[in-house]
Each structure stands twice: as C-alpha cells, then as structure tokens.
C-alpha cells in the first residue's frame, strides 16, 4: 500500500504570497489531519479534515485554511505568508472510526519564507 | 487543555547503553498515548502506542507503560544502537478525535 504522499516537497516564497500544499492519503483512509512543525513551537495541529468536512481545528490564524476532496486528497493555503511561516508542514491521513487512530505521516513540505 | 512534557535533549548514548525518554502529560478523561520517532529529512513514525491505563506499548525493543496513576508514558530501550539516532515524540490523543498533542520532542545521539 503507498504511504501518504505530499507535494511539493520543498518550496520557496516571498512575504506576502500565498501557497497550497497538496496532501495525498493512504487509499481507504477518510480522514486527514495537518501539522505544522518548528524548532521554537515544535509540533502543533493545524486542523482535521474528514469527508470534505472540517472537523477540528487548531489555534493558527484565519490565514492558514484547508479543503479536503471527495477522493480524501486534502490540501492546506497559506495566505499572505509571513517569515514566521517557514517550517515543515505535515500531513497524516488515519481511519478516523477507531480506536487510537494509528495517524500515517507524510514527508512532509519544507516551506521557505524568505 | 491537554498537554504534553518530555525530557528536553539531546540524549547522547553508547551503543548497547539502556534509555529512558521520560514523558508526562495533562489530559482530561483517558487519552491515547503514543510514541513516534522522526529520523533526519522523513516524516513521522508511529513507534508505539497505549490506549488504557498499565497498557503496555513494545515496538523494536522499546517499551512504554501507560501510567494513570503518575500521568507517565515513558520510553525505554534495553540496548540501543546507533540506528536508534532520532527525535523522539511523546503524544497524546483525546477527545478530540485524531487531534495529537505532541512533547517537545528529545534528540538521542548513539555513539558507537
């Protein structure tokens, strides 16, 4: 079975653009959660997305915003993006009706802000 | 809210050294616990995981037991060797569906 993919893997912009991440889970898998990870806050959920819904959602400004797909690929935007964005963005895709949902990661995106 | 405490590092070890990664954590109710590991340039991996209290995760000679009663999911390894070298995460989930809070997370160096 192929892993959780994402695209692209790394990517450099400028303050001020905007930038989607792509997020493809593992076949059969509904649910779809974000993270963003630095070296000051370490690991913080961005939000969860599951049937095209968003489920829950983490503390990060209105700029960050995602959308999930009826095939369950999901992607995240980032407006206006700012130097405290740079970091690696994660996605991990689970069944989401278990218990202690095993989350599979991704590579992840290594966003450069410059 | 929830949270999550983990030893801050790096761990430098020998090769064949016993390691302990404590974890502690702040949760309502009765959390899933888990441990993922996160080698250089790769995303994460699940390492173990406890879903109830004196549940006991094992995964490639490590070790973890879910203590309710001290709020404690700490990680060992009898012998580690040098492909043992990542960070390691403690983390937790709770009512919140497949919300995890993670630990900040502790770098173990092995040393041949």
């Known amino acids: 079975k192929a892993g959780v993919t994402q695209t692209p893997r790394y990517l450099i912009k400028t303050r001020g653009q905007q930038v989607t991440l792509s997020c493809s889970p593992i076949s059969g898998h509904r649910s779809v959660s974000w993270y963003q990870q630095t070296p000051g806050q370490g690991l913080q959920f961005l939000f969860e997305?599951?049937?095209?819904?968003?489920?829950n959602k983490g503390n990060f400004p209105g700029r960050f915003s995602g959308r999930q797909f009826s095939n369950s690929r999901s992607e995240m935007n980032v407006s206006t993006l700012e130097l405290g964005d740079s970091a690696l963005y994660l996605c991990a895709s689970s069944h989401r009706d278990r218990v202690a949902n095993e989350q599979f990661f991704g590579p992840g995106t290594r966003l450069t802000v410059l | 809210g929830d949270s999550v405490t983990q030893m801050e590092g790096p761990v430098t070890l020998s090769e064949e050294a016993f390691l302990t990664i404590n974890c502690t954590y702040t949760a309502t109710g009765y959390p899933s616990l888990f441990w993922y590991v996160q080698y250089p340039g790769e995303g994460l991996q699940l390492l173990l995981k406890?879903?109830?209290?004196?549940d006991k995760g094992s995964n490639k000679g490590f070790e973890a037991t879910y203590r309710k009663e001290t709020t404690s999911f700490h990680l060992e390894k009898g012998s580690v060797q040098v492909s043992d070298s990542a960070v390691y995460f403690c983390a937790l989930s709770g009512y919140a569906g497949n919300m995890l809070t993670f630990g900040g997370g502790t770098r173990l160096m092995v040393k041949p």
């Open positions: 997305y599951f049937s095209e819904t968003q489920r």
């Open positions: 406890a879903t109830k209290a004196d």
